[in-house]
């Protein structure tokens, strides 16, 4: 009887608000979810300050919002295990992004809708600051289908109680609409058009051709798919975790249904085939209900991505409290599953980062929040000091496996730079061929993080400089090769291309060290790469920091600050 009432005051809430009541994540389906038994987690490698719950499987961060001044962030979580499987949203809440109070999973298999697992979505804040969630449900056919849910008590700022709608599913796979059912997940945040109706585009692909399948509805209940895709792109596959949001060069962000001269659209996708997701810039045109990349703006794997490293499942929210755009991401696993199973826990949240366009309008600059820097202490500064080819110092008086630095560097001899092959066009590969021990004019400087005394293990981050045909170019690497003597873990080295100029412009690196996680930003946030380490021997007391450079010529570190990091209180 309750529901009954929420869900006809929603009704009237809506018939008022628009005049007219006209309605309408990483997965593979397994028909026999696997219920692991819990364990008793492995510690060691656990972050001090990074999001994650206290032990089982977590992936996608789902539906953030700010809702009466709490951030509220949902998460797909198996409650029985530390593999995939039994996926519910899992639900903390926070005042400050940073520390984090875990209530009940606020949606689980319950409807014929969601029977078989309630999949990623999305928090739409409807008129009178309502949330209403859209996520995707497996029905008993594993089917993937589209629900609705709202907060059963309005009152309650921690929203511990969430009902889900008697019209589930709103949106489903049928013969007619030509829907793939095991391609059809992870509705976005919905925007509101002029014309008073709700948008909301969901994640799919036909044959190899990846689409944003856009629906229209005028009460949020009701939804008509239309005729075309918002956007779609051949050769990409399956678009997980679609996002779609406003930005300017402002570093206030805008709210999910602004649009208007001057501003900016991305749209954000999540590729099944390779594990990475790319973004473009773009226009949208509200008329058409199209969306269109800019020229430049490269729509497939290769194109700009948030992160260059281990991330995944992204998802931005417009936080109206400080007026910004904020993202989440899932940082995924370099155990094999055996080993992340018997450790009891697997996946971590990035750090939330603020988000916004660059000056140039072609790509996003990201920068951790700043409520991460009340965790700061033990304060290290360096002078200016120049960096010989072949020397590297050691950066104490920190704690050196729970850290945040950040270092620029100056280089005075550009023009000894190694000439840039027009043939390396790939910067990953380039980083693994030209890692953090060959030595270039150039490069490589930077850190060694997580790193033994003897260097038998360590973290690599680092830049190199080459000269192009018409102007310096940049390369930022993380170099996971020597992370960890154990042979089991994946080392993949990293690498971007950073838009910065050397001549004009200090080369900057901010990396936030948390035990088994390496998050930088290079450039001021003009490229981030994100990752996922086991060391055997630099652990805890035994992890060392070092400022380094392999290149033939001599860097000058403008500025280093560090600190260690106190522990945040999550879950």
Same mark, same amino acid.
């Given at each position: 009887m309750a529901s009954a009432f929420v869900w006809q005051i929603y009704l009237l809430f809506l018939m008022l608000s628009h005049g007219v009541l006209e309605l309408e994540a990483s997965h593979i389906v397994y028909r026999n979810l696997q219920t692991l038994q819990p364990t008793s987690p492995n510690q060691t490698y656990r972050t =001090?300050?990074?999001f994650q719950p206290p032990k089982n499987w977590m992936n996608d961060p789902n539906g953030p919002l700010i809702y009466k001044g709490i951030y509220h962030l949902f998460y797909q979580y198996?409650?029985?295990?530390a593999d995939w499987g039994n996926i519910v949203w899992a639900h903390s809440t926070s005042e400050d992004l940073v520390n984090w109070i875990p209530h009940e999973h606020a949606i689980?298999?319950?409807?014929?809708?969601?029977?078989? %697992?309630?999949? =990623?979505? =999305?928090?739409?804040?409807?008129p009178g600051d309502k949330p209403a969630i859209l996520y995707t449900g497996i029905d008993p056919q594993n089917q993937q289908i589209q629900n609705l849910a709202v907060p059963k008590n309005l009152s309650d700022p921690y929203l511990t109680e969430w009902d889900k709608s008697p019209n589930n599913p709103l949106m489903a796979p049928t013969t007619i609409n030509k829907i793939n059912a095991s391609s059809f997940r992870d509705p976005t945040t919905s925007w509101l058009d002029p014309d008073g109706r709700w948008r909301v585009i969901i994640g799919s692909k036909r044959n190899h051709r990846g689409l944003a399948i856009l629906y229209r509805s005028k009460d949020f209940i009701?939804?008509?798919?239309?005729?075309?895709?918002?956007h779609s792109a051949n050769g990409t596959g399956m678009w997980e975790c679609p996002d779609f949001y406003p930005v300017s060069t402002s570093r206030s962000g805008l709210d999910t249904s602004v649009i208007g001269l001057g501003i900016k659209h991305v749209l954000k996708v999540s590729l099944d085939d390779t594990k990475h997701e790319y973004y473009t810039i773009g226009t949208y045109d509200h008329i058409k209900d199209i969306y269109i990349p800019d020229n430049g703006s490269i729509d497939n794997d290769s194109g700009l991505r948030y992160d260059y490293g281990k991330f995944y499942a992204s998802k931005t929210f417009y936080d109206g409290l400080k007026n910004r755009r904020i993202l989440w991401g899932w940082i995924n696993e370099s155990l094999p599953q055996p080993e992340y199973v018997?450790?009891?826990?697997?996946g971590v949240q990035a750090i939330p980062r603020h988000l916004w366009l660059d000056k140039s309008r072609q790509q996003l600059v990201q920068w951790p929040i700043v409520e991460i820097e009340t965790l700061r202490t033990n304060r290290v500064d360096w002078p200016s000091t120049v960096l010989k080819g072949g020397s590297m110092l050691e950066v104490s008086g920190i704690t050196a496996a729970q850290a945040d630095i950040e270092i620029s560097f100056e280089v005075p001899e550009l023009e000894k730079a190694d000439e840039l092959d027009q =043939?390396?066009?790939?910067?990953?590969?380039?980083?693994?061929?030209?890692?953090?021990?060959?030595k270039g004019e150039l490069g490589p400087f930077g850190l060694m993080v997580l790193a033994s005394k003897e260097l038998q293990e360590y973290?690599?981050?680092?830049?190199?400089?080459?000269? %192009?045909?018409?102007?310096?170019?940049?390369?930022m690497c993380s170099d996971q090769s020597r992370s960890s003597l154990n042979q089991k873990t994946d080392k993949t080295t990293y690498g971007s291309f950073i838009e910065v100029d050397p001549i004009h412009e200090p080369l900057s690196l901010r990396s936030l060290i948390d035990h088994s996680i390496v998050e930088s930003f290079g450039g001021e946030g003009k490229a981030c790469i994100t990752a996922r380490v086991y060391p055997t021997m630099a652990i805890g007391d035994e992890a060392h920091l070092y400022a380094f450079n392999t290149g033939m010529e001599s860097v000058q570190i403008s500025k280093l600050s560090a600190w260690s990091m106190k522990r945040a209180q999550i879950n």
């Open positions: =001090s300050y990074h198996n409650p029985y295990g689980y298999p319950s409807q014929q809708s969601d029977i078989n %697992g309630c999949w =990623s979505g =999305s928090t739409t804040i409807l009701h939804w008509t798919k239309a005729q075309h895709p918002l018997k450790q009891g826990w697997s =043939s390396w066009t790939n910067p990953q590969t380039l980083c693994s061929q030209k890692n953090a021990s060959i973290t690599a981050v680092f830049f190199r400089i080459f000269k %192009g045909q018409d102007r310096y170019v940049v390369l």
